[in-house]
């Protein structure tokens, strides 16, 4: 009778849990791959009702370098203001009037002076095609080798296309920037919503790390979860700060581009700097990108602001470029030339402008997890190595004695 009696195995146990668990992940993606479109409503509609706590989070992630500035630095250098919860409470406070400051000059001051810019623009658009016709014909008539047949066919073909640029400024973009402005008002509950849950991440921050930390510690190995945080930290200090440096970086570019074209006079210098600065953060093309827009304009208006853009855009970059950039990013990235390049195209063809700004800092954080996965593979193999190289030379040594 005895011998009858069910008896557990370990081994056949582990092997049905796994295999109930591969049958349910398979279900799972055979459902997701039938039902994506489901699927996708279902997430576009938990977003949209959590919008309020997922902006709430990116708002967060974005004051956060300042709050610990303010925090770490400025309090305790400047106002000798111990660390502590009413100091942190202080640091939040500092750091959103500074954000909500800068918003608000750029939604009563920037945005009108853009939004009046292109709307004058637009309406310019006809002269400055007549302006640039009659250049192109000058040159023609100066220098005898150029083609005149060729130089009025292109002038004839410039000009609906130039007709058409200036119908899709005055009747969709300009509208649309209103109407972003107005969905910005809209969104204001939405915003309140989010600017509470970002100051409750920012003031309690310790206490859920604290928490998420216990739960790590509670279900996995403890060198495990030391490794985890440690990876983790240095993938924030990376994407960060190069976020960080790359936007002090365009936004002192585009200060000293505003500047610059007061001074000499040059029209349309906010509009133009605010285009220098945004394209800065794009490495290597943004200060082309950046540049076009302005000498197009420019030199439509008048060939000299065109010159002058040029030579003045010229010795910015230079400056940025040799002096500034470096102090500023120094190698925050430690990425190649040529992988840059790499993020730069493959996040513009999948992401668009935002693949543009975020492909860099995102390809640096894969290559020091691919680093950090070989080096430790490389290290395993070291020590598997070396102990086969001791257990052989120990049966050496017995087979010696």
Not at 116 to 144: D, H, Q, R, V
């Amino acid at each position: 009778m005895n011998n009858n009696r069910f008896r557990s195995n370990q081994r056949y146990f582990t092997i049905c849990i796994y295999t109930v668990f591969v049958i349910f992940a398979a279900c799972i993606i055979f459902r997701l791959i039938f039902h994506w479109d489901d699927i996708l409503k279902i997430i576009k509609h938990f977003l949209s009702s959590m919008s309020g706590f997922v902006v709430g989070i990116l708002i967060a992630f974005i004051v956060n370098p300042l709050v610990d500035f303010i925090y770490e630095k400025i309090l305790p250098g400047f106002f000798h203001v111990q660390e502590g919860k009413k100091s942190r409470m202080l640091a939040i406070a500092l750091a959103y009037v500074v954000v909500l400051g800068a918003a608000a000059v750029c939604l009563i001051y920037i945005i009108p002076q853009i939004i009046s810019s292109l709307t004058e623009l637009s309406g310019k658009i006809p002269s400055m095609y007549t302006a640039f016709s009659g250049w192109l014909l000058n040159i023609a008539a100066e220098f005898e080798f150029l083609n005149n047949g060729i130089v009025h066919t292109l002038i004839e073909n410039m000009y609906p296309k130039m007709m058409e640029l200036s119908t899709v400024l005055a009747s969709k973009i300009i509208p649309w920037m209103y109407s972003v402005s107005v969905a910005v008002i809209q969104w204001l509950i939405t915003i309140v919503i989010a600017v509470v849950v970002s100051i409750y991440l920012l003031f309690d921050k310790q206490l859920i790390f604290r928490s998420v930390k216990r739960i790590s510690y509670a279900f996995l190995p403890e060198r495990r979860v030391d490794e985890m945080i440690g990876v983790v930290k240095k993938c924030n200090a990376i994407f960060t700060g190069y976020i960080t440096a790359q936007a002090l970086d365009a936004l002192i570019v585009g200060i000293l581009c505003f500047l610059l074209m007061t001074f000499l006079r040059l029209p349309y210098a906010l509009l133009i700097s605010v285009i220098v600065g945004v394209t800065n953060m794009i490495p290597y093309f943004g200060p082309y990108i950046g540049a076009v827009p302005g000498v197009c304009i420019l030199a439509a208006i008048r060939l000299k602001y065109g010159i002058m853009f040029v030579v003045m855009i010229f010795v910015l970059q230079q400056f940025d470029g040799w002096i500034l950039a470096p102090r500023i990013l120094g190698d925050s990235t430690g990425l190649r030339p040529i992988l840059i390049l790499f993020a730069i195209t493959l996040g513009g063809a999948y992401l668009g402008v935002f693949g543009l700004f975020l492909g860099v800092p995102v390809v640096a954080v894969l290559q020091y997890l691919l680093n950090l996965m070989i080096e430790r593979r490389i290290m395993k193999k070291a020590l598997r190595d070396r102990k086969c190289c001791e257990v052989s030379n120990n049966n050496d040594m017995k087979e010696y004695k």
